[in-house]
């Protein structure tokens, strides 16, 4: 049973151009959480979807910054136009029932703006 | 919004000896759990805690729910090496009679062990 499978692990892309990152969650999992993480910081919170649907965006950024999570396919967060302060690990998780089980953490993103 | 805090920062101990972090929230929480994360890992569920004052062990590790569901503490006995790692509790709560699928993680806890 695959865990929670993040590609890619490392992105490297020039200021001003598009990050797409991919999340397939745990199979029968329908909850995906991203999270954002800079180096020895916490785990920020920015979006909760379920299939064709956002729950929760409260932690995205208003511009440049997107995620779906469609019917058919991963999820995807999406950076447009990165700055060099989008560079951070950046973490997808899956859950079934939270009230029952915790998350799944993919092995993440790393996102460097050169 | 709901906030959750987290300390220390860093924890350093020498080998065998014991480490406590701490977690307390803004809001009643549903229920509480714990992540270790390995330096350049992912985080990885440890346990989760719902029942006011409840306590759960694994093997050297400790945690432990308030009775007013707010707060929160994981407790390793004798440390190894094998402990290094941040160790983050993380929120979940409740919302309209049901529970809210987000969690909210504090900052987390920085342990290294010294052999």
């Known amino acids: 049973n695959a865990g929670v499978m993040q590609n890619p692990r490392h992105l490297v892309r020039r200021r001003g151009q598009e990050a797409r990152l991919r999340c397939s969650p745990m199979?029968?999992?329908?909850?995906v959480y991203w999270y954002r993480q800079l180096p020895e910081e916490g785990l920020k919170f920015m979006v909760y979807?379920?299939?064709?649907?956002?729950?929760?965006e409260s932690g995205m950024p208003k511009e440049r910054f997107s995620a779906e999570f469609p019917k058919e396919g991963p999820s995807i967060l999406r950076i447009q136009q990165v700055v060099r302060g989008d560079s951070a690990a950046y973490f997808c998780?899956?859950?079934?029932?939270?009230?029952?089980?915790?998350?799944?953490f993919g092995s993440g993103t790393r996102l460097t703006v050169v | 919004g709901q906030q959750v805090m987290q300390i220390p920062q860093y924890q350093h101990v020498q080998e065998g000896e014991d480490f406590t972090t701490y977690c307390n929230s803004s809001?009643?929480?549903?229920?509480i759990q714990w992540y270790k994360q390995r330096p350049g890992g992912h985080p990885v569920f440890l346990i989760q805690?719902?029942?006011?004052?409840e306590v759960k062990k694994q093997k050297r590790l400790t945690f432990q729910f308030g009775e007013a569901k707010k707060n929160s503490s994981l407790h390793i006995t004798a440390t190894q090496t094998t402990d290094v790692g941040t160790y983050f509790c993380?929120?979940?709560?409740?919302?309209?009679?049901?529970?809210?699928?987000?969690?909210?993680f504090g900052q987390g806890t920085i342990l290294t062990v010294h052999p």
């Open positions: 199979k029968g999992h329908s909850h």
């Open positions: 979807l379920q299939k064709e649907n956002i729950i929760d």
């Open positions: 993380a929120g979940l709560r409740k919302a309209g009679g049901t529970s809210y699928g987000k969690l909210t």
């Open positions: 809001t009643t929480l549903s229920n």
């Open positions: 805690l719902v029942k006011s004052g």
């Open positions: 998780a899956s859950s079934g029932d939270i009230t029952n089980y915790g998350y799944t």
